[in-house]
């Protein structure tokens, strides 16, 4: 099994910056992707960037050129920079392991972005 714990949530203007963090633990395989999701209040989760084990990437439209994925594979950790953060980027952010066989889910950091 793989354990993932979020951080770097918080209340922030429209126009700041956070950075998330996910740090994974456990059996993790040398082929796997980790990605971004996102929940707001009474929507469903959706994905917004996901990076493979060897660094490609992906991203949802909405925060193409704003945010950016990258992992250190040494530290079996994620992040996501989000720039230029506007009010509807608001909601929990989930981080998610996978790979062939099995994925899991950290337990989510919320992010508040005031206008």
């Known amino acids: 099994q793989v354990q993932l714990v979020e951080s770097g949530g918080g209340l922030v203007q429209a126009g700041?910056?956070?950075?998330?963090?996910?740090?994974a633990s456990g059996s993790i395989s040398s082929i796997n992707a980790m990605a971004w999701y996102r929940q707001a209040p009474g929507k469903q989760r959706t994905l917004v960037a996901i990076i493979t084990n060897d660094g490609?990437?992906?991203y949802a439209d909405s925060v193409k050129g704003r945010f950016t994925i990258s992992r250190d594979n040494a530290k079996n950790t994620m992040y996501l920079q989000m720039n230029s953060l506007k009010p509807?980027?608001?909601a929990v952010y989930y981080c998610r392991y996978s790979n062939t066989y099995y994925s899991?889910?950290?337990?989510?950091?919320?992010?508040?972005?005031?206008?």
Do not use: F, Y
């Open 16 to 23: 700041g910056s956070l950075r998330l963090s996910c740090a």
């Open 56 to 58: 490609s990437t992906n």
């Open 88 to 90: 509807e980027d608001t």
């Open 104 to 115: 899991s889910w950290g337990q989510g950091t919320q992010v508040t972005v005031s206008s």
